[in-house]
């Protein structure tokens, strides 16, 4: 059975960080492109970061110089590092894997307010 389970979400203040950790099973880890979305209230659900087994990464123009997307393949885990964090960053985070059919996360909660 597919597993990504997330992790890392929260509350933190303009400015700072926060990182998010998805584990995902072997077989899709180490097939799949694995990518960050992010849905706010009201808006559709966006791409924030992608990286592929071969460590190729992407990033949505809003995020990109701020946010770094990476794996550990021993761990089988991609994390997304969030720095200089903004309000618009607010949103809920979905871990995904590129596979057909995708796989999704949980949704984690990350809320950027003083």
């Known amino acids: 059975q597919v597993q990504l389970v997330e992790s890392g979400g929260g509350l933190v203040q303009p400015g700072g960080s926060l990182r998010l950790s998805c584990a995902a099973s072997?077989?899709?880890?180490?097939?799949?492109?694995m990518g960050w979305y992010r849905r706010a209230p009201g808006k559709q659900r966006e791409l924030v970061a992608y990286i592929s087994t071969g460590g190729t990464t992407a990033y949505a123009d809003s995020v990109k110089g701020r946010f770094s997307i990476s794996r550990d393949n021993a761990k089988n885990t991609v994390y997304l590092q969030m720095n200089s964090l903004k309000p618009e960053d607010t949103a809920v985070y979905y871990c995904?894997?590129?596979?057909?059919?995708?796989?999704w996360g949980q949704g984690n909660q990350v809320t950027v307010s003083s």
């Open positions: 072997r077989s899709i880890f180490s097939t799949y492109v």
């Open positions: 995904n894997a590129r596979s057909t059919p995708v796989y």
